[in-house]
């Protein structure tokens, strides 16, 4: 499961680590630590990621939701965990540097693109038409907060998911406008159906 560090209380060092190993020594199941300092107020550093990430053995991975591409490098080529992409817009960034993989956004709604354009970067073979869809959707879908216009999206293709939920409204036009026109460009394209 996703673990997050904690928001709001930003816990200092050692208690960020009790926290984690507490969390990790109740349950067997495999966690991955879920970094998102935008949403979290933490940004660490190198060391503290990787104590963390070293802090049990259940911690199997990071889902690193940041746009700092020197840690990615560093986690990628340093750490024996998964390095999971949580910027969907940076995908393309993250396999280059060596991600593991990704938990995103994008891919709740089209998991065969998100696997098909992890397989073609990692080959050096994806188009460049391709991945410049696929970051203007992923940028776009973030025009409001998340899971606002993911919904909008899922809908669009028919796959029903459900209103958002209070406090979050539903999307206004100018971002709905927005993810139609991603979709038209995606179709028109051939590059879903």
Sequence with gaps: FLLNLPFFIKPNFSGLINHVKRCAEITNIPIIIYYVPSRSGQYLNIETLNTILNAHENIIGIK??????????????????????????????????????????VSNALPKLTKQIFDEVR???????????????????????????????????????????????????????????DVFILKQNKIIK
């Design 123 to 181: 080959a050096d073979s994806c188009l460049p038409e391709v991945l410049n869809a696929y970051n203007k959707l992923s940028k776009d879908l973030f025009l409001e907060t998340n899971p606002i216009l993911i919904k909008y999206l899922l809908s669009l293709l028919k796959l029903d998911c459900g209103e958002t939920r209070p406090p979050l409204d539903k999307a206004n036009s100018v971002s709905k406008k927005e993810i139609v026109e």
């Design 64 to 105: 690193f939701a940041d746009n700092n591409l020197e840690q990615v490098s560093y986690l990628s080529k340093n750490i024996n965990k998964y390095v999971l992409c949580g910027e969907d817009y940076l995908l393309e960034e993250f396999i280059k540097l060596g991600a593991s993989g990704a938990i995103s956004v």
